[in-house]
């Protein structure tokens, strides 16, 4: 299943990125300041690999809202159409890989149960640009390590289980 994005639905998403990192970047650059937005950012482009799942769903609606919203918003202030181009996923997970992007999907859902208003905004933040941006094909091949190592966390832990492993 391929992901359609246009350059005004990535310049949206790129908008969204830079209301979250400005704030931080005029305020002192804490790193702990950005974990809500990050932490949420690395769930939506997990969310991209998860071909088949909720998650994979989600994430392939959050990149046709940005490039549906990113239209809109460029047909309205410049009378131009928006510019198509096909995405890109990242890479398969295991059955192993899966568990544990269910386990950090549930992690952050326990997170956000706990945050106030502002932190909230900032992780919806960076679950929808994570989502929207993980289709980008440069991004995929910024991060092509991203897939091998959740699915060797999963199978590390797997082997731990069952006793085949050490810490």
């Known amino acids: 299943m391929t992901t359609a994005l246009s350059l005004a639905g990535v310049a ?15 305020s002192g650059r804490d790193p702990k300041a950005l974990a809500p937005y990050l932490s949420t950012f690395l769930l939506g482009l997990l969310a991209t690999m998860c071909v088949g799942g909720l998650l994979g769903w989600g994430a392939s609606g959050i990149a046709g809202l940005f490039t549906t919203g990113g239209n809109a918003a460029v047909d309205a202030a410049a009378g131009t159409q928006g510019t198509a181009f ?19 999907a549930i992690g952050i ?6 945050a106030g208003k502002a932190e909230k905004r900032r992780m919806l933040g960076g679950l929808l640009t994570g989502a929207a941006l993980g289709f980008l094909p440069g ?7 991203l897939p091998g190592s959740v699915n060797g966390v999963g199978a590390y832990a797997s082997a731990l289980v069952q006793g085949k492993a050490t810490l």
């Open 12 to 26: 949206l998403a790129a908008a969204v990125v830079w209301a979250n990192i400005r704030p931080w970047w005029k």
């Open 109 to 114: 859902g326990l997170a956000w149960k706990a």
């Open 86 to 104: 096909s995405g890109a996923r990242m890479g398969a997970l295991t059955p192993e890989g899966g568990t544990i992007v269910t386990l950090y």
């Open 139 to 145: 991004v995929v091949l910024l991060l092509d390590w």
